[in-house]
């Protein structure tokens, strides 16, 4: 059974930094594709940054030069690291696969204040 289990959300000022972070278990974490994602109140959830087996990242254009996905096979984690964070980055984020996502975890509370 995969289990994701995200941490490191809070409150923070504008303009401040969060370290997120995402262990999974339950799957083969090398050979996954892992990203984290986000949802708004009110809004869908959408893809914020992704990266491959082989390091390879991607990100969605609103956080472009802002955020910095990570991944440690050996502690089976993934991560985000948010500089420069805006109000509209509020959010609760999740992680998950990038193919085949698994149930989603319980996801961590991002909250910005201007």
């Known amino acids: 059974q995969v289990q994701l289990v995200e941490s490191g959300g809070g409150l923070v000022q504008a303009g401040g930094s969060l370290r997120l972070s995402c262990v999974a278990s339950?799957?083969?974490?090398?050979?996954?594709?892992m990203g984290w994602y986000r949802q708004a109140p009110g809004k869908q959830r959408e893809f914020v940054a992704g990266?491959?087996?082989?390091?390879?990242?991607v990100y969605t254009d609103s956080v472009k030069g802002r955020f910095t996905i990570s991944r440690d096979s050996a502690k089976s984690t993934v991560y985000l690291q948010m500089n420069s964070l805006k109000p509209e980055d509020t959010a609760v984020y999740y992680c998950n696969r990038l193919r085949d996502a698994a149930a989603w975890g319980q996801g961590t509370q991002v909250t910005v204040s201007s």
């Open positions: 339950g799957i083969i974490f090398a050979v996954n594709g």
């Open positions: 990266i491959t087996t082989g390091g390879t990242t």
